[in-house]
Structures are given as structure tokens and as C-alpha cells.
């Protein structure tokens, strides 16, 4: 039966899982941030920070690992990363001041650079053929969202039940389970293949001259500016919105259910938005993607915050959530072409980790002085409709090949 299965599938498969294993624990980290400030006696700015380190050193080294499994392979870049991310979460566990956490948040983030979207995507990327591509990295892409989905209610049982600190501590366990999983995207049998793909699109550029097109590209740098509000956007809501329901005086289960929500609808998103990609400009399906964004955070936020609204709210969300990952990743292939796509994606990534970083820590410190998340809710709107103006320009077509710019 397994022999029936495309070598292709099995990429998607287990990187999915990887994908949903390493993605959905990082998206449960919001459900910590009240128990654990509270426990600790420390303000929210502390473990949102660590949050918003854990997303900025993610960004800062995706280019690099990204770069090291496009040269090397992916087998030693994921294994390492996995381990790292076990063990960042296991120091979470025995944390007792902030500076821990700050140290545990640092070696997530660093773990997260070698199993995260940057390499999983780009292995599956150059494996797809083009016109199967966005539909690939967009099933790929659901496993964060399944992640997302089953993550965070296996988080927020283990809190109730277990506390916190043994809460991190089973995640660290189960974070290993990703090991074998590396080795679906890496087996001999489709190596090959895989170099036969990439040759089949290579169009001849030195390193150093793809990423002089790519710095001169207004493409490429207004694709890098717009991930920098969609990660803005996803840590502000993973980070804050359990806090922001807390403060609403909303029951308990709401914050749970509301971000299993957002990964419920996120697994239809993606997959729509790769198939969108496939069929339209992806450019033009960010456009509407941002735009409509902004409208639903607006929505939300004008009117009365009860549990049905929140949920209303995140299921909405969850539908435009990650659906940016398989086309902004998408459009880096045609750019570039898929040889160099985990290092590329990796720059662009690392926009979207800095703007997790601002929105994570900048959504604690905003708290800390004003008592509300007001300031963080309408300046979301407004880098939404900033988002959409952004991709509007962008041309789905190959820079290289024809050296637009």
C-alpha cells in the first residue's frame, strides 16, 4: 500500500506532521502567558517578549538554515532544530525567573529555524512541479493548521489539569516524535528526483547573483514588507487574545476554543488559497487576502465582545490565517525558481518573524502602560489595509528568467 503512495505525498505527509507538531505547540504559547506571569508574579511584557524572541530568532536564522539545507540537505538541519525546540521548551518548564524564559524562548526560536516553514516548505517546493506547486506547499502548510487546531486544546487540558510547568514539560516530550518524521523528506528514493526538478527549473545563477536580483527586486522587497504584517497579525492574536478574553471577563474555555478555531478553519484556508495561487495571480489573492483582514478585525472589534462574536471572529480569521504562507512562498518560486527557495523564503520569513516579534512584545508593553489592547487592535487594521496596498503592485512572474524588476 505504502509502495502506491507518490513520493511526493509522502513529502507532504510528514511535513505536514512536522509542521504540526512544531507549529502547533509554538501557537499554544499564548495560552501560557496569564498563568505563567501570574505565577512568576511578573508583568505580561516578560513572557511576550520571550514569545516575541522566540519569533524574531526563528526569522533571524530561517536564511540561514534555509541556506544550509538548500547546500546540504535537510536531514541534519531538522534534527538539530528538533532538538533544540525540545529542549527551549523544556527549560520553559523549570523556568522560576524571566530571564529563563527569555533563555528558553531564544533556543525555541532557534530549534524553529531548522523545522519550520522556511525548510519544510522549501523541500516539498523543490520536489513539486510547477504547476502543482501551490496546491503542494498549500496541503503542506495545513499541517500547522491541524497543528494549530489539536495543539491547543491538548495545551490547554494539560494546563488545567497538570499546570503549567508540567504542561511544557509533556510538549517537550512530544516534540521529539518529529525525528523520524525528518526522515519521510530526506530518503534516498526520491533524492533524486528531487535534483532532477530542481535542474529541470535551475536557470543558472551564482548565489551571490540571485540575491543581488532579489535585493533589487521592488517585487521582492514589497513580498518581504507585507509578511512583516502578516506575522504582525498571527503573534499578536496567538500571543494576546487568550489574555484579551480573560480581561473581557469571557469563561475560561473561550481562549481554547477560539484559537482551535482559528486552526479548524485555517486547514479549508490554505488549501483554498494554494489552489487560488495555482488558478490566479497570487499577488492579487494577497491583495484580497489582507483586505479582508482588516475588515474582519474591524468587525470585531466595533462590535460587543461576547463569546459568540469571538468565535465568529476567529473562525473568520482562521479562514485568511496561514493561506499567505503557500502564496508568499509560492511567488518566491517563481521569482527565483525553487533552487535557492528555502534560503529566499527564508529572507521573507524572517519579515514575517520581526513583525511577531513587535506585535508579541509590543502588545505586552502597551498593556502594561495603557490596561488595554485598544492601540494594538486598530493599528491591526490599519497595517491590514497597508498590507493589501503593498502586494497590489507585485507581478506574478518570474524576475530572473526575465529580469523584471
Same mark, same amino acid.
Given at each position: 500500500?505504502?509502495?502506491?503512495?507518490?513520493?511526493?505525498?509522502?513529502? #507532504?505527509?510528514?511535513?505536514?506532521?512536522?509542521?504540526?507538531?512544531?507549529?502547533?505547540?509554538?501557537?499554544?504559547?499564548?495560552?501560557?502567558?496569564?498563568? !505563567?506571569?501570574?505565577?512568576?508574579?511578573?508583568?505580561?511584557?516578560?513572557?511576550?517578549?520571550?514569545?516575541?524572541? @522566540?519569533?524574531?530568532?526563528?526569522?533571524?536564522?530561517?536564511?540561514?538554515?534555509?541556506?544550509?539545507?538548500?547546500?546540504?540537505?535537510? $536531514? /541534519?538541519?531538522?534534527?538539530?532544530? @528538533?532538538?533544540?525546540?525540545?529542549?527551549?521548551?523544556?527549560?520553559?518548564?523549570?523556568?522560576?525567573?524571566? *530571564?529563563?524564559?527569555?533563555?528558553?524562548?531564544?533556543? =525555541?526560536?532557534?530549534?524553529?529555524?531548522?523545522?519550520?516553514?522556511?525548510?519544510?516548505?522549501?523541500?516539498?517546493?523543490?520536489?513539486?512541479?510547477?504547476?502543482?506547486?501551490?496546491?503542494?506547499?498549500?496541503?503542506? @502548510?495545513?499541517?500547522? &493548521?491541524?497543528?494549530?487546531?489539536?495543539?491547543?486544546? =491538548?495545551?490547554?487540558?494539560?494546563?488545567? &489539569?497538570?499546570?503549567?510547568?508540567?504542561?511544557?514539560?509533556?510538549?517537550? #516530550?512530544?516534540?521529539? !516524535?518529529?525525528?523520524?518524521?525528518?526522515?519521510?523528506?530526506? %530518503?534516498?528514493?526520491?533524492?533524486?528526483? /528531487? /535534483?532532477? /526538478?530542481? %535542474? &529541470?527549473?535551475?536557470?543558472?545563477?551564482?548565489?551571490?547573483?540571485?540575491?543581488?536580483?532579489?535585493?533589487?527586486? $521592488?517585487?521582492?522587497?514589497?513580498?518581504?514588507?507585507?509578511?512583516?504584517?502578516?506575522?504582525?497579525? !498571527?503573534?499578536?492574536?496567538?500571543?494576546?487574545?487568550?489574555?484579551?478574553?480573560?480581561?473581557?471577563?469571557?469563561?475560561?474555555?473561550?481562549? +481554547?476554543?477560539?484559537?482551535?478555531?482559528?486552526?479548524?478553519?485555517? #486547514?479549508?484556508?490554505?488549501?483554498?488559497?494554494?489552489?487560488?495561487?495555482?488558478? *490566479?495571480? $497570487?499577488?492579487?489573492?494577497?491583495? =484580497?487576502? *489582507?483586505?479582508?483582514?482588516?475588515? !474582519?478585525?474591524?468587525?470585531? #472589534?466595533?462590535?460587543?465582545?461576547?463569546?459568540?462574536?469571538?468565535?465568529?471572529?476567529?473562525?473568520?480569521?482562521?479562514?485568511?490565517?496561514?493561506?499567505?504562507?503557500?502564496?508568499?512562498?509560492?511567488?518566491?518560486? +517563481?521569482?527565483?525558481?525553487?533552487?535557492?527557495?528555502?534560503?529566499? *523564503?527564508?529572507?521573507?520569513?524572517?519579515?514575517?518573524?520581526?513583525?511577531?516579534?513587535?506585535?508579541?512584545?509590543?502588545?505586552?508593553?502597551?498593556? %502594561?502602560?495603557?490596561?488595554?489592547? %485598544?492601540?494594538?487592535?486598530?493599528? &491591526?487594521?490599519?497595517?491590514?489595509?497597508?498590507?493589501?496596498?503593498?502586494?497590489?503592485?507585485?507581478?506574478?512572474?518570474?524576475?530572473?528568467?526575465?529580469?523584471?524588476?
Amino acid at each position: 500500500m505504502i509502495d502506491r503512495i507518490s513520493p511526493l505525498t509522502i513529502k #507532504i505527509i510528514c511535513g505536514g506532521l512536522i509542521l504540526a507538531i512544531a507549529v502547533g505547540i509554538r501557537q499554544s504559547f499564548g495560552l501560557f502567558l496569564d498563568p !505563567v506571569s501570574s505565577t512568576l508574579q511578573i508583568g505580561r511584557e516578560t513572557f511576550a517578549l520571550s514569545i516575541g524572541l @522566540t519569533n524574531l530568532l526563528w526569522g533571524a536564522l530561517a536564511p540561514f538554515t534555509g541556506a544550509l539545507s538548500d547546500k546540504f540537505g535537510l $536531514k /541534519k538541519v531538522a534534527i538539530f532544530g @528538533t532538538i533544540l525546540y525540545s529542549l527551549g521548551i523544556y527549560i520553559f518548564s523549570n523556568s522560576s525567573h524571566g *530571564y529563563e524564559l527569555i533563555v528558553g524562548g531564544l533556543i =525555541v526560536g532557534a530549534g524553529l529555524s531548522g523545522i519550520g516553514f522556511t525548510v519544510i516548505l522549501g523541500a516539498v517546493g523543490k520536489f513539486a512541479p510547477p504547476e502543482k506547486r501551490g496546491t503542494a506547499l498549500g496541503l503542506t @502548510t495545513m499541517g500547522g &493548521s491541524i497543528g494549530m487546531f489539536l495543539g491547543i486544546p =491538548v495545551s490547554g487540558t494539560l494546563i488545567a &489539569s497538570a499546570g503549567w510547568s508540567s504542561s511544557f514539560f509533556w510538549l517537550a #516530550i512530544i516534540s521529539l !516524535v518529529m525525528l523520524p518524521l525528518v526522515y519521510g523528506l530526506v %530518503d534516498s528514493k526520491t533524492s533524486n528526483d /528531487k /535534483k532532477t /526538478k530542481v %535542474d &529541470s527549473e535551475d536557470k543558472g545563477e551564482t548565489l551571490k547573483e540571485v540575491l543581488n536580483h532579489a535585493f533589487n527586486s $521592488k517585487h521582492f522587497v514589497l513580498l518581504v514588507c507585507g509578511f512583516f504584517i502578516c506575522g504582525f497579525h !498571527v503573534n499578536f492574536i496567538v500571543s494576546h487574545l487568550p489574555a484579551f478574553i480573560s480581561d473581557m471577563s469571557l469563561p475560561g474555555n473561550v481562549a +481554547t476554543t477560539a484559537l482551535a478555531l482559528v486552526g479548524f478553519a485555517n #486547514i479549508f484556508g490554505v488549501a483554498i488559497a494554494g489552489r487560488l495561487g495555482d488558478k *490566479y495571480s $497570487k499577488s492579487d489573492v494577497l491583495v =484580497v487576502l *489582507y483586505s479582508l483582514r482588516a475588515i !474582519v478585525f474591524t468587525i470585531y #472589534i466595533l462590535t460587543p465582545i461576547t463569546a459568540s462574536s469571538t468565535m465568529i471572529f476567529t473562525f473568520t480569521l482562521g479562514l485568511l490565517w496561514l493561506g499567505t504562507v503557500p502564496l508568499t512562498s509560492g511567488l518566491v518560486a +517563481t521569482f527565483f525558481g525553487p533552487k535557492y527557495m528555502s534560503m529566499l *523564503y527564508g529572507i521573507v520569513f524572517f519579515g514575517h518573524q520581526l513583525g511577531g516579534f513587535f506585535s508579541s512584545w509590543l502588545g505586552g508593553k502597551i498593556y %502594561d502602560l495603557t490596561g488595554n489592547y %485598544d492601540t494594538m487592535w486598530w493599528f &491591526s487594521v490599519f497595517l491590514g489595509v497597508f498590507a493589501a496596498l503593498l502586494h497590489y503592485p507585485i507581478k506574478d512572474k518570474a524576475i530572473i528568467l526575465f529580469g523584471s524588476r
